[in-house]
């Protein structure tokens, strides 16, 4: 079983849609992080947003929100009034803890958002 | 302030020989991590480095080996090369951990083998 789903593999949208991309995660621990990244074209990954397993709180930042529910395991993005800028890969990743007390990230397999004008 | 950057750009190797690819991390940033992400794929962690120890490996063969330097400058190994180890690969650098600490990816380095 994957340990990160996003079970969007491509979304298509007309430019100012709102878009909300899933990602369900699995894990027995209680500490973990989340993460979202963006890979645009260019190929380099941009981080987006870090949350860990104790706070649930959503989060907004300017056009981008997060909703985290650990009930349904669950860190589902958001981002409103869409612009072609923002047509890219988004990647869901989860960090559990290994052995030596290192973390170890999963990453999902990423949506493809199109943006289209 | 220099960001992530990764030599080469783009590789072509042959099945069986070795390649090494270099990152020269953000400065002041003491963590490097590898991964790689095979085409349509997310990226799959190889390992990481904190103050040049290896802390942390994904299920990678031993054939992937990494080096960090005292400047935190970073080497992925790949010996005996396979056509599966096509792929971007990417380095990643933060200050501390991944798991507290965003990190900074570079390019990538294209990989093909043949």
């Known amino acids: 079983a994957q340990k990160v789903t996003q079970a969007q593999t491509e979304i298509s949208v007309v430019e100012k849609e709102d878009v909300t991309l899933d990602c369900v995660y699995e894990t027995r621990d209680t500490t973990y992080y989340l993460f979202w990244y963006k890979q645009p074209p260019s190929g380099e990954l941009v981080f987006l947003i870090r949350?860990?397993?104790?706070?649930?709180q959503n989060e907004i930042s300017g056009r981008y929100s997060w909703n985290f529910q650990k009930s349904t395991s669950s860190f589902n993005f958001t981002i409103t009034a869409s612009q072609v800028v923002d047509s890219a890969v988004y990647f869901c990743a989860l960090s559990e803890a290994a052995s030596g007390g290192s973390y170890i990230p999963t990453f999902g397999r990423g949506t493809s958002l199109i943006v289209h004008p | 302030e220099t960001g992530v950057t990764q030599s080469p750009t783009h590789l072509i190797k042959t099945r069986g020989q070795q390649v090494t690819l270099r990152c020269s991390s953000q400065?002041?940033?003491?963590?490097v991590s590898w991964y790689q992400q095979a085409l349509g794929q997310g990226p799959q962690f190889i390992f990481q480095?904190?103050?040049?120890?290896?802390?942390g490996r994904g299920n990678f063969p031993p054939r992937f080996s990494g080096l960090q330097f005292p400047n935190y400058s970073s080497e992925l190994n790949v010996n005996a090369l396979e056509l599966d180890d096509s792929a971007l690969y990417l380095c990643a650098s933060s200050l501390g951990l991944t798991s507290y600490n965003e990190q900074f990816f570079g390019p990538g380095t294209r990989l093909t083998v043949l």
């Open positions: 949350r860990n397993s104790f706070d649930e």
């Open positions: 480095y904190y103050r040049e120890e290896e802390n």
């Open positions: 400065s002041g940033h003491n963590t």
